[in-house]
C-alpha cells in the first residue's frame, strides 16, 4: 500500500510557459497509475485546475535603440532641439549607453516632456512608473521636474541641484481604462535647465 503523506507535486518548467501569452488559460489535469508498473492499468484523475497565466508586466525603455519607443514629445519641448537620444555612459558590455538629453533651446519648458498612454494594464493591479534623472550642468537655472498620471501631480517636483542620478517614482492601481503617464518640466527657462534621463 503506498501511503502519500505530504500530497503530490508536478514541477512545470518556466521556459515551457514563457512561450504561452499573457493571460493564457491553463488548464491542468493531474492523474496518475495506481500501479507504477503498469501503465495501462486503472488511473487516478485528480479534478481539473482552471487557472489564468499572468507574467510579471515590466516595460523599461533604455533608449539604447536610440529611438523614443512608444513614448512621444509632448508640449514642454515645443524645439524639436529640445530633447535629443544622446550616448552617455559605456555599459557593461562595453557599448555606448545612451539616455534622453532635454537641452531646452525653448523658453517655454514647461508642461510634459515625454508621455505614453499604457493600454495593457490590468485592472486592480499595482504598478511602480519610475524615471531615473540627473542635471546636464550646474550652470544657470536648475531642472524641475515631477512625475504625472492622467494629467495629474503624483511626485512631488524634483529640484536637480547636483549632477548626480536621481529616481522620481510613485505607484497606482490600474483601473479599466487606459493610462498616461508623463514625466512634467515646472521650469520654462533656456538658460540651464538641462538634463538626462
Given at each position: 500500500?503506498?501511503?502519500?503523506r505530504?500530497?503530490?507535486?508536478?514541477?512545470?518548467?518556466?521556459?515551457?510557459?514563457?512561450?504561452?501569452?499573457?493571460?493564457?488559460?491553463?488548464?491542468?489535469?493531474?492523474?496518475?497509475?495506481?500501479?507504477?508498473?503498469?501503465?495501462?492499468?486503472?488511473?487516478?484523475?485528480?479534478?481539473?485546475?482552471?487557472?489564468?497565466?499572468?507574467?510579471?508586466?515590466?516595460?523599461?525603455?533604455?533608449?539604447?535603440?536610440?529611438?523614443?519607443?512608444?513614448?512621444?514629445?509632448?508640449?514642454?519641448?515645443p524645439d524639436?532641439?529640445?530633447?535629443?537620444?544622446?550616448?552617455?555612459?559605456?555599459?557593461?558590455?562595453?557599448?555606448?549607453?545612451?539616455?534622453?538629453?532635454?537641452?531646452?533651446?525653448?523658453?517655454?519648458?514647461?508642461?510634459?516632456?515625454?508621455?505614453?498612454?499604457?493600454?495593457?494594464?490590468?485592472?486592480?493591479?499595482?504598478?511602480r512608473?519610475?524615471?531615473?534623472?540627473?542635471?546636464?550642468?550646474?550652470?544657470?537655472?536648475?531642472?524641475?521636474?515631477?512625475?504625472?498620471?492622467?494629467?495629474?501631480?503624483?511626485?512631488?517636483?524634483?529640484?536637480?541641484?547636483?549632477?548626480?542620478?536621481?529616481?522620481?517614482?510613485?505607484?497606482?492601481?490600474?483601473?479599466?481604462?487606459?493610462?498616461?503617464?508623463?514625466?512634467?518640466?515646472?521650469?520654462?527657462?533656456?538658460?540651464?535647465?538641462?538634463?538626462?534621463?
Amino acid at each position: 500500500t503506498l501511503s502519500v503523506r505530504n500530497g503530490v507535486s508536478r514541477t512545470f518548467s518556466r521556459v515551457e510557459l514563457e512561450k504561452f501569452p499573457n493571460h493564457a488559460p491553463l488548464t491542468i489535469v493531474f492523474k496518475t497509475a495506481l500501479d507504477a508498473f503498469c501503465e495501462d492499468g486503472p488511473m487516478i484523475v485528480f479534478p481539473a485546475l482552471k487557472l489564468t497565466l499572468r507574467k510579471p508586466y515590466r516595460d523599461l525603455t533604455d533608449f539604447n535603440d536610440q529611438t523614443f519607443g512608444r513614448w512621444i514629445i509632448c508640449s514642454g519641448a515645443p524645439d524639436s532641439r529640445d530633447v535629443t537620444i544622446q550616448p552617455l555612459d559605456p555599459g557593461s558590455d562595453g557599448k555606448p549607453g545612451y539616455c534622453v538629453r532635454n537641452y531646452t533651446y525653448s523658453e517655454s519648458s514647461v508642461g510634459p516632456i515625454l508621455q505614453r498612454v499604457f493600454d495593457d494594464l490590468d485592472e486592480g493591479e499595482t504598478y511602480r512608473f519610475s524615471v531615473k534623472v540627473r542635471r546636464y550642468s550646474v550652470q544657470y537655472k536648475t531642472p524641475k521636474l515631477s512625475l504625472r498620471k492622467d494629467s495629474v501631480e503624483k511626485t512631488a517636483v524634483l529640484e536637480l541641484v547636483s549632477l548626480n542620478w536621481q529616481t522620481l517614482s510613485f505607484t497606482f492601481v490600474a483601473g479599466s481604462a487606459p493610462v498616461l503617464l508623463d514625466l512634467c518640466s515646472h521650469e520654462a527657462s533656456g538658460m540651464g535647465n538641462d538634463w538626462y534621463m
